[in-house]
């Protein structure tokens, strides 16, 4: 009968969405095979978070409050939830596999001295805890038990399906014990990149441009079928590579690795480390040139023309469709 | 100012993974190994500091089989790295992060090292555990996932990738600091300084002359899969191709239900 326990992140009070993806597997779980799902909030208010993980089926919603968890520290997060799951000993802690949760993850796991496991998509209980993820990017998956009483264990977003399930979700405190914590590291301000752009590896819908844009100028087409389709815009290695887009719209094995919904290919022939990246996206639309592109060989849909015949009409098609 | 630059060699992004079925182990045997990718961006950040400041020594650090020394060489040493050390010991040959950490920690604490940089993650087995942890059994700050650094007196100011933006972060040193695509670029090695290389000393230690054990793994691979087969790939027709994209574009909404 496993106890799961949800951390449920916040960034300047916005709630991250892959917390109700997993306190919608957590509840799963637990309706299967016993047990309770647990939310554990850090920030100045739990009232939102509490609400919230209740739609999702949450038994109980476990808090520490205070000017401490306004922003967010490494070394005084990781303290706060390591007491917690030292006080109420849950079988796993999972934390969405976000910048925050990648940085404080194996950080709580390094104050248990239990198991840590990155990123996963799947999760099972059958007697004990067993996670799938992929390695090399996805183009292999693992099955992963921990040996620990409890375990860290990272969530991709995306990985689960949001479903609401009324939760007792009785809000408790607890004591975060951070009196003194040496902090080590403190951050000073926080840069938004601005345009209110959609993150690669949280988005549902991803759109993707690659050699076929021919140049910098062209990556629009991307953006605007990306804003049409309420999107994140993303890169093969090469136009990355050319400079012709940011490193941080890269998506391959050595560069953002992503499950959405939808990926549209648009100009990407589908290069091995393009493709570990983005394989496992719910529907694929390859759109390119060559009729032989590996990326083919992974798509739901295909067209084989250039992208610039087809994107234009793709967007205002889109835009009709969405209103 | 000592600084130490962890190291994995990998199969290279090229490798193909054909898996017809599960298996308990994953037959490696064929790869090209290369530098971590992101490694190569924490070794060329300590060239960078070592060539900005005076009496800077690097070195290089590494688990693995004889074979990684090829690595440390070409692309540690023959770029600037001072020095390597290799940790070669059969134990390690399963050993999950949190082992991995703890060795690395036993090598690191024979010197009193300033910073300790490493790749993010490696682009094998995708944890980006392994610094974190040695952060905290050394007692040291760490930043991960950076792209900007700037060093001062104790301190040092890092740009950390967060979704939509960055964090500026400060952060006392000792640290570790991991490391992103986007910090630098890193340089390549040339064939003069691949020669001159093989001079530097290298050091080969077994964890017990590091006075270390390995523990017992906390996360036990039970197989590794092929990741689950797609199905068929629908063409349409694209001989006017503004007519096949208005078919896309119903086909995602009426058939996919996606947009």
Redesign the interface.
């Known amino acids: 009968m496993p106890n799961l326990a949800v951390f449920i992140e916040q ?1 300047d009070g916005a709630l991250k969405k892959v917390a109700w993806q997993m306190i919608s597997e957590a509840r799963r779980i637990a309706d299967a095979a016993g047990g309770e799902v647990w939310g554990v909030f850090l920030g100045p208010d739990a009232g939102e978070a509490t609400t919230e993980a209740a739609k999702y089926g949450a038994d109980k919603v476990f808090a520490a409050t205070g000017d401490s968890f306004a922003g ?1 520290n ?1 070394q005084t997060w990781a303290t706060a939830l390591a007491n917690f799951c030292r006080a109420h000993n849950p079988d796993a802690l999972l934390v969405g596999s ?3 949760g ?2 404080m993850g ?2 709580v ?3 248990l ?7 996963a998509v799947g999760l099972k209980f059958d007697g004990g805890l ?1 996670v799938r ?16 009483p409890v ?1 860290v264990v990272g969530i991709r977003p995306n990985a689960f399906v949001m479903e609401e399930k009324a939760g007792a979700g009785a809000a408790e405190s607890f004591d975060a014990g951070i009196d003194g914590v040496d902090q ?10 601005g345009g ?4 690669l ?2 988005a549902e ?1 991803i759109v993707s441009g690659g050699r076929g844009i021919k140049g910098p100028e062209n990556y629009e087409l991307i953006e605007k079928l990306a804003d049409a ?1 309420g999107a994140a815009a993303g890169a093969s290695r090469a136009v990355v590579d050319a400079g012709w887009v ?3 719209h ?1 998506v ?4 953002k ?1 992503v499950g959405p ?2 990926y549209v290919a648009c100009g990407i022939s589908g ?3 393009h493709l ?1 990246g983005m ?2 996206s ?5 759109i390119n040139k060559d009729a032989n592109a590996p990326i ?11 992208l610039f ?3 234009p ?2 967007t205002d ?2 835009g009709k ?2 209103g | 100012m000592k600084i130490a630059v962890c190291v994995k060699q990998v199969p290279d992004s090229e490798t193909r993974i054909n898996l017809a079925a599960p298996t308990a182990e994953l037959d490696s045997s064929g790869f090209t190994r290369i530098l971590n990718p992101y490694d190569a961006y924490a070794v060329e950040e300590a060239v960078k500091i070592k060539e900005a400041g005076s009496d800077v020594e690097i070195t290089a650090i590494t688990i693995g089989p004889d074979t990684v020394k090829e690595t440390l060489k070409k692309d540690c040493l023959a770029v600037g790295c001072d020095k390597a050390l290799v940790i070669t010991d059969p134990a390690l040959d399963h050993a999950d992060a949190a082992a991995i950490a703890t060795v690395l920690s036993a090598a690191l604490k024979k010197e009193p090292y300033d910073l300790v940089l490493c790749g993010f993650k490696a682009i094998d087995d995708d944890n980006g555990q392994v610094p974190i942890l040695i952060a905290e059994k050394l007692g040291m700050a760490h930043v991960s996932t950076i792209t900007s650094l700037e060093l001062g007196e104790g301190t040092l100011t890092a740009h950390r990738e967060i979704e939509g933006g960055k964090e500026i972060v400060q952060a006392s040193m000792p640290a570790v600091l991991t490391c992103q695509k986007g910090l630098n670029e890193p340089r390549l090695p040339s064939l003069p300084n691949i020669m001159k290389a093989g001079m530097k000393p290298m050091e080969t230690v077994t964890c017990a002359d590091l006075g270390v054990e390995v523990p017992a793994n906390l996360v036990q691979i039970k197989q590794y899969s092929p990741p689950p087969a797609r199905g068929e790939c629908k063409l349409i027709d694209a001989e006017d191709p503004a007519a096949a994209a208005r078919e896309l574009a119903r086909l995602l909404n009426e058939e996919a239900k996606v947009i």
């Open positions: 960034r967010y490494s976000t910048a925050l990648k940085d194996p950080l796991a390094a104050k001295e239990c198991a840590c496991i990155s990123d067993e993820r992929p390695v090399f990017a996805g183009k292999c998956f693992t099955d992963v038990t921990p040996t620990t375990s080590k590291a403190t951050v000073q301000s926080v840069e938004s990149a209110g752009q959609i993150e590896t949280e819908v389709m940011d490193y941080s890269q391959g094995q050595t560069g690795t919904n939808l290069a091995i480390q570990a394989s496992s719910k529907c694929i639309v390859a083919f060989k992974v798509a739901d849909y295909g067209v084989v023309a250039d015949d087809i994107v009409v793709l098609e889109v469709i969405r």
